[in-house]
């Protein structure tokens, strides 16, 4: 987002002259008085020093010259700390060159100065939250949408933020305004997705994240979320074709495990454990797959009438690996105990 238009600099005051005439003792008139200097000259060459500085950054950062710009944008600052639009520039380039403490600093700064400039406020709440302090981050942008109600990155970012504090109630009227505002975004239909499947309204997640797929690449993301939620509505179908083309473009042991679930919820068994074991072989601690094998593997041993003691001791291979890497599933404990 541009930066904001510069503050203007403070105008003089009025020059004020002595005007009066001085009486001599001989009763003749003095000449006029000498034009006495202006109170605010030292200001008004401070303030041209500082706006000469910005210039020049900014002519320097659009030719390439980032170091050269910095320099001159913490020039300005030091000569005069009140030019909000010399803390803007320098916080531009530290975000930009990754230093999120410095650009949190003069953006905070720049805050402080202007509180109604909105880029300022925006901007301390886009590096707050780069630094993944949310909650501060979450307090800047609704200052900054305070002043500019209807910006679309403003909208869109603060219902990020919400979601990550798993406050997805709050979110939702920010995650609706981004979509009304550019209904063409795919990554603002991929929050208000990922918005209403937090608040398990599945049916209009997959709404939202199949108009994200046309407007938008399909990244693993948001197949894996559209996948989930058709699977919370039990559309076990349409979740196995969306992970069969993750996998086909993606594979990971996240999207193979999800095949395997909904393989397994449509009674393609022999599928599943396929998928389950494709899982482990990318990563053999993925736990979930592990818990699929041992489910798989289980009920081979029960359809056998319990004499497939090999598929028995797969299984409980398995579900015993799977507690040894996350023991807190009582769901797994309880089989353990039981068939182990």
């Known amino acids: 987002m541009p930066p904001s238009t510069p503050r203007s600099l403070r105008p003089a005051l009025p020059l004020l002259l002595a005007a009066g005439l001085l009486v001599a003792p001989c009763g003749c008139?003095?000449?006029p008085a000498r034009e006495q200097p202006s109170a605010n000259s030292g200001a008004e060459a401070i303030d041209v020093a500082a706006s000469e500085s910005v210039t020049k950054a900014e002519m320097l950062r659009a030719e390439g010259n980032i170091e050269a710009a910095l320099a001159?944008?913490?020039?300005?600052?030091?000569?005069?700390?009140?030019l909000t639009v010399a803390y803007l520039g320098a916080g531009d380039i530290y975000r930009e060159r990754g230093d999120y403490p410095e650009a949190e600093k003069r953006y905070a700064q720049a805050a402080d100065l202007e509180p109604r400039n909105f880029d300022a406020q925006y901007k301390h709440g886009l590096t707050l939250q780069l630094l993944n302090r949310v909650s501060e981050a979450v307090r800047a942008y609704l200052r900054a949408l305070s002043i500019r109600p209807d910006d679309f990155e403003a909208n869109l970012n603060l219902a990020t933020a919400y979601?990550?504090?798993?406050?997805?109630a709050q979110a939702l009227p920010y995650a609706q305004r981004a979509v009304r505002l550019n209904p063409s975004s795919g990554p603002a239909r991929v929050n208000l997705g990922s918005v209403y499947a937090a608040m398990n309204r599945h049916a209009e997640a997959v709404t939202e994240y199949l108009q994200a797929a046309e407007q938008m690449e399909l990244s693993p993301e948001l197949l894996l979320n559209l996948a989930d939620s058709y699977g919370k509505i039990e559309r076990y179908t349409e979740m196995i074709g969306t992970l069969e083309q993750l996998v086909a473009r993606h594979p990971s042991a996240i999207a193979y495990e999800r095949l395997g679930f909904a393989r397994f919820r449509v009674k393609d068994y022999d599928s599943a454990l396929q998928s389950f074991q494709s899982a482990l072989a990318i990563d053999a601690n993925h736990y979930p797959a592990l818990n699929g094998v041992g489910v798989c593997q289980l009920n081979r041993f029960l359809w056998s009438d319990r004499r497939d003691r090999t598929a028995l001791d797969e299984a409980m291979r398995a579900l015993k690996r799977s507690?040894?890497?996350?023991?807190?599933q009582p769901r797994i404990v309880e089989l353990v105990t039981r068939y182990g």
């Not at 001159?72 to 009140?82: K, S, Y």
């Not at 979601?163 to 997805?168: I, K």
């Not at 507690?323 to 807190?328: K, T």
């Open 323 to 328: 507690l040894q890497i996350q023991p807190n």
């Open 29 to 31: 008139s003095s000449g």
């Open 163 to 168: 979601l990550q504090l798993q406050e997805a």
């Open 72 to 82: 001159e944008f913490e020039r300005a600052i030091e000569v005069n700390p009140d």
